[in-house]
């Protein structure tokens, strides 16, 4: 009798040991890949996980390889639709991490369903200033693995951010309204590589009218601010006509904008009605329509 309850014991062990196995083996290569926007440490240029619209979408490239240069996608990781929502980031379907390998993640915003990973990590993610949108490049700190499935991504703006604020000189009491800001001599269209490095034709350039914060400039509203997104560039100059009852040009200061930054100016009208130009200063990326929200404004709807 001993014997049989010893052959039944050693038959109910054998079998829980192999659909162990077994539950083992179909969950290999059946992990996963997880997100998780932002990290501690972050500097100016990068978007925090909370700044990202809810319900936005931005695409990944989910690859084996830790270098732009070389593409090794990972199978269903060319360009998958990430939703932004509550502070979490769900793929439109799910990326599995390969066994015994690291996958890398490569992200972009916002999310265009025609893009590939080999094309995008080749010549970069095209950009289109003419629609001011803020192109957001990033990469996972480290790769994911089956244990440990959740990498944290880093995105940082792609464009460089032009801030024009217009005074009045303290002697200067007319009152002004200008219905735009236009820039002249900005760089229309260029592709920024995950590496940072731009692309862009010099000869394509255009001029963009923007609608200023407050449009007067009285003893209410001492200030006129007015934003730009451009191409990081090495050098460039850039010329600001002021529409509105004082129609005025003006060279702002040739200079290299890099992607991320915030580069704010002074333009003083004096009491001639001349304009006085001061010097670049750098800060802090904020929005002006939306508080709480680093990310550029304009291109979220409602």
Same mark, same amino acid.
């Given at each position: 009798?001993?014997?049989?309850?010893?052959?039944?014991?050693?038959?109910?062990?054998?079998?829980?040991?192999?659909?162990?196995?077994?539950?083992?083996?179909?969950?290999?290569?059946?992990?996963?890949?997880?997100?998780?926007?932002?990290?501690?440490?972050?500097?100016?240029?990068?978007?925090?996980?909370?700044?990202?619209?809810?319900?936005?979408?931005?695409?990944?490239?989910?690859?084996?390889?830790?270098?732009?240069?070389?593409?090794?996608?990972?199978?269903?990781?060319?360009?998958?639709?990430?939703?932004?929502?509550?502070?979490?980031?769900?793929?439109?379907?799910?990326?599995?991490?390969?066994?015994?390998?690291?996958?890398?993640?490569?992200?972009?915003?916002?999310?265009?369903?025609?893009?590939?990973?080999?094309?995008?990590?080749?010549?970069?993610?095209?950009?289109?200033?003419?629609?001011?949108?803020?192109?957001?490049?990033?990469?996972?700190?480290?790769?994911?693995?089956?244990?440990?499935?959740?990498?944290?991504?880093?995105?940082?703006?792609? @464009?460089?951010? !032009?801030?024009?604020?217009?005074?009045?000189?303290?002697?200067?009491?007319?009152?002004?309204?200008?219905?735009? @800001?236009?820039?002249?001599?900005?760089?229309?269209?260029?592709?920024?590589?995950?590496?940072?490095?731009?692309?862009?034709?010099?000869?394509? @350039?255009?001029?963009?009218?923007?609608?200023?914060?407050?449009?007067? @400039?009285?003893?209410?509203?001492?200030?006129?601010?007015?934003?730009?997104?451009? !191409?990081?560039?090495?050098?460039?100059?850039?010329?600001?006509?002021?529409?509105?009852?004082?129609?005025?040009?003006?060279?702002?200061?040739?200079?290299?904008?890099?992607?991320?930054?915030?580069?704010?100016?002074?333009?003083?009208?004096?009491?001639?009605?001349?304009?006085?130009?001061?010097?670049?200063?750098?800060?802090?990326?904020?929005?002006?329509?939306?508080?709480?929200?680093? !990310?550029?404004?304009?291109?979220?709807?409602?």
């Amino acid at each position: 009798m001993k014997k049989i309850a010893l052959s039944l014991l050693a038959f109910l062990m054998l079998v829980a040991c192999s659909s162990e196995s077994s539950e083992t083996n179909q969950n290999k290569g059946n992990v996963a890949l997880q997100i998780e926007l932002g990290y501690k440490g972050q500097t100016r240029s990068v978007i925090e996980s909370k700044s990202l619209p809810d319900n936005s979408t931005y695409g990944v490239f989910a690859t084996t390889t830790d270098s732009p240069v070389k593409v090794g996608l990972v199978e269903n990781g060319d360009n998958r639709c990430v939703t932004y929502a509550s502070g979490n980031s769900t793929f439109d379907s799910p990326v599995y991490i390969p066994e015994y390998k690291n996958v890398f993640v490569w992200a972009y915003y916002p999310y265009n369903e025609s893009f590939h990973a080999e094309e995008i990590m080749e010549q970069g993610m095209p950009v289109d200033i003419e629609t001011q949108t803020d192109y957001l490049l990033g990469r996972s700190d480290g790769g994911a693995s089956e244990s440990s499935p959740k990498v944290p991504v880093i995105m940082r703006h792609a @464009l460089a951010r !032009i801030h024009v604020n217009v005074y009045r000189s303290e002697y200067n009491y007319r009152d002004y309204t200008f219905n735009s @800001l236009e820039f002249s001599n900005v760089y229309a269209k260029g592709f920024v590589k995950f590496n940072n490095n731009v692309v862009y034709d010099e000869k394509a @350039l255009i001029s963009l009218s923007m609608v200023p914060k407050n449009t007067t @400039l009285d003893e209410n509203n001492q200030l006129c601010e007015v934003d730009l997104l451009v !191409i990081p560039t090495k050098g460039q100059d850039i010329q600001l006509q002021l529409h509105g009852t004082l129609e005025k040009k003006v060279s702002l200061p040739s200079y290299s904008y890099d992607a991320g930054e915030q580069y704010n100016i002074d333009v003083v009208i004096n009491h001639e009605e001349q304009l006085q130009v001061g010097s670049w200063y750098i800060t802090q990326w904020q929005d002006l329509e939306q508080s709480g929200l680093e !990310i550029w404004a304009d291109d979220v709807t409602e």
